[in-house]
């Protein structure tokens, strides 16, 4: 099992999504309809990227690099392909304050009034985090952000915040299907990840 590099053709996918899959479990009762929804704290982050249609010769690459996957045995570093970077002003080099695993905040060191979006991505201790509302940091540099996903693990007070490129490690959710060769092209690739936990 080993990482496999990010590959060229994901730097302009023509479709993808990243979406939370949270593990819960539901009852309802059969007589009185109520329900319970139990959140067991362990979600999981799903991607799926497409690529667009190629030459024969240019799905060459494509065929070694899902090869090179070896089903779901090995691992890419994936971020949100759409939103890079924040749509908050937050940039230089940030950094965590210590922070308990399941916390749905994170306190970050920042630059007075830096500010992070609904939506936005960082990236902490291997963690891909999304900021769940709009968050500004205060007169002393102090960014209480909400997060979607809850913490996995404690962070280290002092820990770099990664808000360009944050990413996690993703493997194949299914092996994919084969390329596929038609006359004259290779149709566009659809491939669904699920985030490694290590």
């Known amino acids: 099992m080993s990482e496999i590099a990010f590959p060229d053709f994901f730097e302009d996918p023509s479709e993808f999504s990243l979406r939370t899959m949270v593990n819960q479990l539901a009852n309802a009762s059969p007589y009185g309809g109520?329900?319970?929804?139990?959140?067991?704290?362990n979600e999981r982050w799903l991607a799926t990227v497409s690529v667009s249609p190629r030459t024969h010769d240019e799905a060459a690459e494509l065929e070694?690099?899902?090869?090179?996957?070896?089903?779901?045995?090995?691992?890419?570093?994936?971020?949100?392909?759409?939103?890079?970077?924040?749509?908050?002003?937050?940039?230089?080099?940030?950094?965590?304050?210590?922070?308990?695993?399941?916390?749905?905040?994170?306190?970050i060191n920042t630059t007075a009034g830096s500010t992070l979006l609904a939506g936005d991505m960082i990236g902490v201790s291997g963690l891909l985090l999304q900021i769940q509302q709009p968050c500004t940091a205060d007169g002393t540099g102090l960014l209480v952000a909400p997060i979607v996903n809850r913490l996995r693990r404690a962070l280290a007070g002092g820990t770099a915040v990664v808000w360009n490129r944050p990413t996690a490690l993703f493997r194949f959710r299914v092996a994919p299907e084969a390329i596929s060769y038609v006359p004259g092209y290779t149709p566009e690739a659809t491939f669904d990840f699920m985030e490694y936990v290590a």
């Not at 109520?34 to 704290?41: A, G, H, L, N, T």
């Not at 971020?79 to 940039?91: I, S």
């Open 34 to 41: 109520s329900e319970q929804v139990i959140d067991k704290r």
């Open 64 to 107: 070694a690099w899902v090869a090179s996957m070896r089903g779901m045995t090995n691992w890419i570093q994936l971020y949100h392909l759409q939103r890079p970077e924040p749509r908050g002003t937050m940039r230089g080099a940030p950094t965590v304050q210590a922070t308990a695993a399941g916390a749905g905040t994170v306190r």
